[in-house]
């Protein structure tokens, strides 16, 4: 009696509170993060050709709905299309796809964003996506169509996870980021993400969040 009790508090806490906790957070944030945005994109402007937001390809949000997540534009113009279809890139396409859709000397990213990858400053425009609701402040990894058939294949015992992983909305952050973020490889990713869904609390995501600036300011585990 007490586990089901438990089951539908979380069920509760996934479905609404945490819903109203991610609007309000967000407008706080928007506010607090308003004039580093400001000075990101326009350093952006001023450091390479092309526009502030990246033209980034759809990701897999929940229940495998695809949404457009906003992001800093951190790389070349048009980097992503480029990777997977000019013929230059198709030796860095493969380490790309052996290193979990990874890169950790990536030629594509500008000098500036270098910086903003590193302290996570490119996600800032996601705050977006959570007030729209593709996104929760707290979640696992919004994951590329492409990267997520492509590492099923590669870790074919993932797949039960994955399943488990889309029933929660992906976040701005979440335990794989504050656990290593780009040092851990797909199949342990994954094993990190469904962790998280099958222990979705209050408390869970209040720990996460406390440990994310520490992540940001130290670029620890960042590509």
Do not use: C
Not at 16 to 23: A, G, H, P
Not at 76 to 96: C, G, S, T, V, W
Not at 117 to 132: A, F, G, T, Y
Not at 153 to 167: F, I, N, T
């Amino acid at each position: 009696m007490a586990e089901r009790i438990s089951l539908l508090s979380g069920t509760y806490y996934q479905n609404y509170t945490k819903r109203l906790i991610d609007i309000v957070l967000s407008l706080v944030l928007l506010m607090l993060f308003f004039l580093p945005s400001v000075i990101v994109a326009v350093l952006i402007k001023l450091t390479s050709s092309g526009p502030i937001f990246a033209d980034v390809p759809e990701r897999i949000g929940q229940n495998g709905t695809k949404f457009k997540m906003y992001k800093f534009r951190s790389m070349i113009q048009n980097a992503h299309h480029m990777l997977r279809n000019d013929p230059k890139f198709k030796e860095l396409y493969e380490e790309y796809k052996k290193g979990s859709y990874k890169l950790q000397n990536d030629p594509r990213i500008t000098k500036i964003g270098k910086f903003i990858r590193k302290h996570s400053l490119d996600e800032l425009p996601q705050i977006l996506n959570v007030l729209k609701g593709d996104m929760s402040l707290v979640g696992p990894r919004a994951y590329y169509p492409d990267e997520l058939e492509n590492q099923q294949k590669e870790y074919p015992h993932a797949r039960k996870l994955v399943s488990k992983v889309l029933l929660a909305k992906p976040g701005i952050t979440g335990l794989w980021q504050v656990s290593g973020r780009s040092e851990i490889n797909f199949d342990e990713r994954i094993i990190i993400d469904a962790k998280y869904v099958d222990q979705i609390s209050l408390r869970n995501d209040i720990v996460i969040i406390l440990k994310t600036p520490y992540v940001m300011l130290t670029g620890k585990g960042a590509v």
